[in-house]
């Protein structure tokens, strides 16, 4: 494909629908971005030499240009001194550069209509460009918070988590039991001395083994 046509075909291309129909927007959005990069580089390179080529065809104008002004000062010159041959040649060399200028000044006119017409085409590939690199950074900000989305769910559906969760409700049915035990010999009487440093005991049991329980699930 000619740098023109692709050209063409990116600057009227429509970016949403491409992306739309993209089962990897990421890749397809990659893929284009380079493409459209490619482009203006080729493009712009394009448009060099076209600036270039209307510098020598500019300079070549204004040399036979030159040209013609003298041949008509010859051609002056030889009817003052009475040589109507000579002037009348001098005249005929200044028509055939008048006319090779006048053939020049046309190309010279097709060169700046090509600059002008690149230049409006590198204006809409540059506008495309930075509006895909931005869809690019897009999505790729959506890609990086949804893959830690997902990472964040797995986390909090891994079966370890669930295994943690049940061993924590038999810690509690364990530590409910337990001091319904301990209430149980409560019931109808005062505590003695005695019986309040057993419920210390107890409890700094069940402190002890609330932490292991806790330090396994880690």
């Known amino acids: 494909?000619?740098?023109?046509?692709?050209?063409?075909?990116?600057?009227?291309s429509n970016l949403n629908a491409m992306l739309?129909?993209?089962?990897?927007?990421?890749?397809?959005?990659?893929?284009?971005?380079?493409?459209?990069?490619?482009?203006?580089?080729e493009v712009r390179s394009e448009a060099a030499r076209a600036i270039a080529d209307k510098k020598k065809q500019q300079r070549r104008i204004d040399r036979m240009t030159a040209e013609v002004e003298d041949w008509e000062d010859k051609a002056k010159l030889a009817l003052s001194?009475?040589?109507?041959?000579?002037?009348?040649?001098?005249?005929?060399?200044?028509?055939?550069?008048?006319?090779?200028?006048?053939?020049?000044?046309?190309?010279?006119?097709?060169?700046?209509?090509?600059?002008?017409?690149?230049?409006d085409d590198i204006g809409r590939l540059q506008e495309k460009l930075d509006d895909?690199?931005?869809?690019?950074k897009t999505i790729l900000m959506k890609n990086s918070a949804v893959g830690n989305r997902?990472?964040?769910k797995q986390r909090i559906y891994d079966s370890r988590l669930d295994d943690a969760m049940v061993s924590f409700d038999r810690m509690e049915n364990k530590i409910d039991k337990m001091e319904g035990q301990v209430d149980a010999y409560?019931?109808?009487?005062?505590?003695?001395?005695?019986?309040?440093?057993?419920?210390?005991?107890?409890?700094?049991?069940?402190?002890?083994?609330?932490?292991d329980l806790?330090?396994?699930?880690?």
């Open 1 to 12: 494909m000619g740098i023109f046509s692709r050209l063409n075909d990116i600057v009227n």
């Open 20 to 41: 739309d129909k993209a089962e990897n927007p990421e890749k397809i959005i990659r893929l284009v971005v380079q493409e459209m990069e490619d482009t203006l580089v």
């Open 81 to 119: 001194k009475d040589r109507e041959d000579l002037a009348r040649a001098a005249l005929v060399e200044k028509h055939n550069l008048a006319k090779t200028v006048e053939h020049l000044t046309q190309d010279l006119d097709i060169l700046e209509e090509q600059l002008f017409k690149l230049n």
């Open 132 to 136: 895909a690199r931005a869809r690019q």
């Open 150 to 152: 997902l990472k964040t």
């Open 186 to 211: 409560e019931m109808g009487r005062n505590p003695s001395l005695q019986d309040q440093f057993a419920e210390l005991e107890v409890s700094e049991q069940i402190d002890a083994e609330l932490a």
């Open 214 to 218: 806790k330090a396994d699930s880690e």
